[in-house]
């Protein structure tokens, strides 16, 4: 919502008043926080942890999964980072490449990236052709003996080379992924809170009747301020609960945090952020495509809202 916004400032220095040094002291922001970020996401999301970070959510997110299947692998997109933690680092192919490579638990499935990807523009159903090698992952690992807690994806892969998966895709992975008794977790930390301007989040550019199991949440929720939130199913989060391991984060959750979080939906929603960025998106996009016709250098132009990537290439043909 932009470098020290004067509302945001002013509702975390208010609230900084009375904060409180541990979150087993209920304050009522929590509650009022939770219940606004709710009316942003479909109903069955409806379970709300609050944490301090991207990484901590994420990892929270891996917990919860493997809690509720009882399952340990995870499938995740090539090149995608998911955060600092170890646990995260081992599902980032863009990280534990270059360091400890991939671990036995972790199944690395092709990016949906109908420009430089497997399956491209000119193939009759890339959404199929995608969704199916996941398939074959799943079935590939069955084989070995392994089970699917998660498949862990960006709603829009932005470290991959922002990539925009084709609408239906995520509704075929879900089906393989539950069908092997997988959930499936929706990283928002990026792409998150109407930067893709038409939707609050941007797994909804799947279509309506696509709903994640868990959604990740992180960088704009605080506007620079340490805030992350996941949300989740009543299922879930109850068979979390039922170890008698009660989630605790001393700071996640605390009262300036979630002061801080109100005012940024205040201010996207006072400021029509989302309309801004469907508008000053669409103008950008329609200016790029303008400069793809005069250089040869730029490949594709992509994006949604004020998600966008141009892709710069040697050669059109390949």
């Known amino acids: 919502v932009g470098h020290c ?5 002013k509702a975390a220095h208010e609230q900084n008043q009375l904060l409180n040094t541990n979150s087993r002291y209920l304050h009522d922001n929590m509650v009022d926080y939770a219940e606004r970020l709710s009316k942003t996401l479909p109903e069955k999301l ?16 891996l917990r919860l999964a493997r809690q ?11 090149h995608a980072y998911h955060g600092h933690l170890t646990s995260l680092i081992d599902i980032s192919p863009y990280k534990f490449r270059n360091l400890e490579g991939q671990k036995e638990w972790v199944h690395v499935a092709p990016v949906p990236d109908t420009y430089r990807g497997l399956y491209r523009e000119d193939h009759e159903d890339p959404v199929t052709a ?9 079935e590939h690992a069955h084989k070995r003996g392994r089970k699917i807690a998660a ?30 008794g997988g959930v499936f977790i929706a990283d928002e930390i990026q792409v998150g809170f109407g930067r893709v301007g038409k939707h609050f989040w941007a797994f909804q550019l799947q279509g309506e ?3 994640p199991d868990i959604v990740t949440m992180g960088k704009p929720i605080g506007n620079g301020h340490p805030l992350a939130c996941v949300a989740t199913t009543k299922e ?38 989302q309309a801004h960025a469907t508008e000053v998106g669409n103008f950008l996009m329609k200016t790029l495509k303008e400069q793809q016709i005069k250089h040869p250098i730029i490949g594709d132009v992509r994006g949604c809202g004020l998600f966008i990537g141009v892709d710069l290439i040697k050669d059109q043909a390949e």
Not at 130 to 138: G, M, S, T
């Open 5 to 9: 916004h004067p509302d945001v400032v």
């Open 46 to 61: 409806c379970i709300f942890y609050f944490l301090n970070s991207g990484s901590e959510a994420n990892d929270l997110a």
């Open 68 to 78: 509720y299947t009882k399952h340990q692998d995870v499938i995740v997109l090539d």
């Open 130 to 138: 995608y969704a199916d090698e996941v398939k074959n992952i799943i």
């Open 151 to 180: 498949f862990f994806v960006e709603s829009l892969p932005s470290v991959g080379g922002q990539i925009i998966p084709p609408a239906g895709y995520f509704q075929k992975v879900a089906e393989h992924v539950h069908k092997a």
């Open 209 to 211: 009747d696509f709903i």
């Open 236 to 273: 879930i989060a109850e068979a979390f609960a039922a170890t008698g391991v009660e989630y605790f984060n001393t700071f996640g959750g605390n009262p300036v945090s979630c002061a801080t979080g109100l005012a940024v939906l205040d201010v996207i929603e006072k400021e029509h952020l």
